[in-house]
């Protein structure tokens, strides 16, 4: 498990607290006397919490070499009872239990349709948990999720990140990587994930930082296209942009700006084949449609973009290392 970082107040007798008297205190009680009294009037008044689109992050990258994963030390795998669920520890070695000292995070897990036993993850895995070169970790289980198999990285000491993992109808699956040049690989498996087939060379499937993708699994015209997109920082520079790719992830046709920005959002198909995607805007929570990208023959235009205030920012940082604490999730009514 990686560490956490958490602020507290000194408490009486902290050396922290030598260089402040009852002096210095009492300058202060009146300040924060007025700053719990504008916070009880916001509240009473139903003031909402500041947005703060576009804030400033981090680009993906490391200032640590690659390492080896040591996998000598292990410890019983983690096992966490919650109500009727249970959950069972993902990044275990050959012998299903914990490796001490290694790490992992963002994970995205997919499941087969047609067979709901078999699953897939894709985390960023670290060397340990004092480092915070990260690469494309992943694992997958034939029953159920109890027990897990953890093979190792798609490459080895390559530096990747934002992993995306979805499943089509058939129970192929894929996952998107996030290169350190801020370009993208589509990786396919069609053994439930035990094992990977890179579709293009490094950083040809486009995208950027914070990607996210989904499939059209409908029996339109669009049946199988993949959509991916992402957050501006990407391998063009043109902004928050929207890609798509018409043979199954291979090949990616050239970028398109969505028009308000849908920054650290996520992608969905509806029954009728049209295309959306949510994210903070440049103003609030950004959605926009795209009723042509279903069309292989046509350049995909948004022709419906939509904003709504959000009462919070949906970005910041986490106790994880070099994560963020949430994301925008956007789903599609389904229609019988």
């Known amino acids: 498990m990686t560490a956490c970082r958490v602020a507290t107040w000194p408490r009486r007798g902290d050396p922290r607290l030598r260089n402040y008297g009852a002096a210095s205190t009492a300058r202060r009680l009146p300040q924060l006397t007025f700053l719990v009294f504008i916070a009880a009037v916001a509240t009473a008044l139903g003031q909402a919490p500041t947005w703060s689109p576009r804030t400033t992050r981090p680009l993906e990258k490391y200032d640590n070499p690659p390492g080896y994963i040591y996998r000598l030390e292990t410890s019983p795998r983690m096992i966490s009872p919650y109500g009727v669920f249970i959950s069972y520890q993902a990044n275990v070695d050959a012998n299903g239990n914990n490796i001490v000292g290694d790490a992992a995070n963002e994970c995205s897990i997919s499941v087969d349709p047609t067979n709901t036993s078999k699953m897939a993850i894709g985390w960023r895995q670290f060397n340990s948990v004092l480092s915070n070169f990260r690469q494309g970790g992943w694992g997958y289980t034939t029953d159920a999720g109890t027990t897990w198999t953890f093979p190792g990285v798609l490459e080895d000491n390559v530096f990747r990140s934002d992993p995306v993992t979805n499943s089509d109808e058939a129970g192929t699956f894929f996952y998107l990587s ?9 990786y396919r498996s069609t053994n439930g994930g035990q094992s990977w087939t890179e579709l293009q060379a490094d950083g040809l499937a486009g995208g950027g930082d914070k990607e996210w ?41 050239a970028p398109i ?13 509806d029954t009728n084949g049209n295309l959306f995607i949510g994210g903070e805007g440049f103003s609030d929570f950004n959605c926009v449609r795209s009723s042509n990208a279903q069309f292989g023959d046509q350049t995909p ?24 604490d949430s994301y925008a999730w956007l789903w599609t009514a389904r229609g019988q």
């Open 178 to 186: 996030l290169l350190g040049t801020l370009c993208e690989n589509m």
């Open 213 to 253: 993708f989904t499939i059209d699994k409908t029996n339109g015209p669009g049946h199988g296209f993949q959509y991916q997109s992402d957050d501006g920082a990407n391998c063009s520079g043109g902004g928050v942009e929207f890609q798509r790719s018409t043979d199954g992830g291979v090949t990616w046709q």
């Open 257 to 269: 700006v969505v028009p308000g920005g849908t920054d650290l959002g996520t992608l969905d198909v």
């Open 301 to 324: 235009t948004f022709d419906q973009v939509k904003s709504t205030w959000v009462a919070a920012s949906v970005s910041g940082e986490s106790i994880q290392q070099d994560s963020l």
